[in-house]
């Protein structure tokens, strides 16, 4: 009999996982009274895909600085409780580029754009609101901070200022360094992510083996 599990919905999709064996990995969002939580799942019944499971999980806690619970670890949500959306697929996405055991991080708020040759930099305002600042001669450096800012906005749904190209904002209201570390590099070449993600977007769907034909 197929195997039908009810998770809530898809987010993210990698279909062959390198690190364990080609397994399929998926991310889910369920919808609860505090918000939403996020489940990271396999059908698959390999030896060591739990443990694949349960590493990208907590792979995804530290990038992106969400939270989990020791009795259900591959369950995680944002302080916030906010879904970001394109943020926690992107979170899901470099967690699963990271081999099992492998040290994690936070990423910087700094960044070396080596198309413009300048070092960018994210400070926290308050309030879920970041700058942008970039060293180096002032020719074409508005220009380069307006074209990171925007990245970020589209990878990580952030909103807009209306009173300076420099500052970005989570709607939720709240800061979230780690996801802005982890986006900031991304960030510089915007167009090569979303047509990596559109790529992930078009590879099918997550299935029970017993619900897979051949």
Known sequence: MARTVDI?????????????????????????????????????????????????????????????????????????????KMAVRRIFLEACKLPSGETLMVRPLTILDK??????????????IYGLEADGDEEGKAGRIS?????LVKLGEMIPSSESAERIAFSCGQPHDSIIGLLLIR????????????????????????AQKE
């Open 147 to 151: 074209a990171v800012a925007g990245g």
């Open 187 to 210: 960030a510089l070449n915007v167009r090569a992510v979303l047509r990596e993600q559109e790529i992930v977007a078009s590879r099918g769907i997550l299935s029970a083996p017993s």
């Open 8 to 84: 809530g919905e898809r987010l993210e999709l990698v279909p062959m996982d390198q690190h364990c064996r080609n397994i399929s990995l998926a991310l889910y969002r369920q919808q609860i009274d505090a918000g939403s939580q996020f489940v990271v799942h396999t059908y698959s019944g390999l030896e060591g895909a739990r443990q694949r499971v349960e590493f990208v999980a907590r792979a995804m806690g530290v990038l992106g600085g969400m939270d989990s619970s020791s009795r259900d670890p591959v369950r995680l949500w944002f302080p916030c409780h906010a879904q970001h």
């Open 115 to 128: 198309k413009s040759n300048r070092t960018i930099t994210a400070a926290s305002l308050g309030n879920g």
